[in-house]
């Protein structure tokens, strides 16, 4: 069936450092491959959305792109700050089974030390 | 920005227990979740509904019933709880359902079966 892991549970890091999160995904389909940030007492909420292999999503300093050849897709940020803290998970948008659907890996944890 | 609401936002029941959570959207979107977060796990959908009166089984329904009474209220209920029902759980909606629609969370309620 249709999947996503998401491999890094948690990363700590400090200011200004590169980030760096990635997922690996499964399908039959043509997905859209999404990434959701959850802050502390919030609900998720989407950071950006690749609708189309190697392009890619921008939104608030983060990109990201998928690679349909080695199924994957990453986060990146060149400078994280202390308020990037969060739970990022990576979604995989899936139409293969009749029914659209979104499909979430566990979850990064990221912590920015100050 | 869309508004997802939910309550209680913390629940304690005990085994055998009956409750009911509540969600209501004032965005006039047409589908409403339920999802549930579990460490490990991600969300997984409960159910779902694209209208008044309509539902429609997510992926892990064992245990729960879901009622959308009106176009903004949906609501989740566990008429026997257990403790593996002890979880993070997640209202939200959205207007479509395909590759480029945002989903938006509530909160979330914390509920504790003990």
């Known amino acids: 069936g249709d999947s996503v892991t998401q491999m890094q549970g948690q990363v700590t890091l400090s200011e200004d450092d590169f980030l760096f999160i990635n997922c690996t995904y499964s399908?039959?389909?043509?997905?859209?491959l999404f990434w959701y940030v959850q802050y502390p007492g919030e609900g998720p909420q989407l950071l950006l959305k690749?609708?189309?292999?190697?392009n890619k999503g921008i939104s608030r300093g983060f990109e990201a792109t998928y690679d349909k050849r080695t199924t994957s897709f990453h986060l990146q940020k060149a400078s994280v700050q202390e308020s990037d803290s969060a739970v990022y998970y990576c979604?995989?948008?899936?139409?293969?089974?009749?029914?659209?659907?979104?499909?979430f890996g566990s979850g990064t944890q990221l912590t920015v030390m100050p | 920005e869309a508004a997802v609401t939910q309550s209680p936002r913390n629940k304690v029941t005990v085994t055998g227990g009956n409750v009911t959570l509540s969600c209501r959207q004032t965005?006039?979107?047409?589908?409403m979740y339920w999802y549930r977060q579990d460490t490990g796990h991600g969300l997984r959908l409960i159910h779902y509904?694209?209208?008044?009166?309509?539902?429609q089984i997510g992926d892990v329904p064992d245990g729960y019933k879901a009622t959308r009474t009106t176009q903004e209220d949906f609501f989740l209920l566990l008429e026997l709880a257990s403790p593996s029902q002890t979880s993070l759980y997640f209202c939200?909606?959205?207007?479509?359902?395909?590759?480029?629609?945002?989903?938006?969370f509530g909160k979330g309620t914390r509920l504790t079966v003990v």
């Open positions: 939200a909606s959205s207007d479509k359902r395909d590759r480029n629609t945002e989903v938006f």
């Open positions: 399908t039959t389909w043509y997905p859209t």
């Open positions: 690749v609708t189309t292999a190697n």
């Open positions: 979604v995989l948008g899936d139409g293969s089974s009749g029914s659209w659907q979104l499909i």
């Open positions: 965005n006039s979107h047409n589908y």
């Open positions: 509904s694209y209208g008044a009166g309509n539902l």
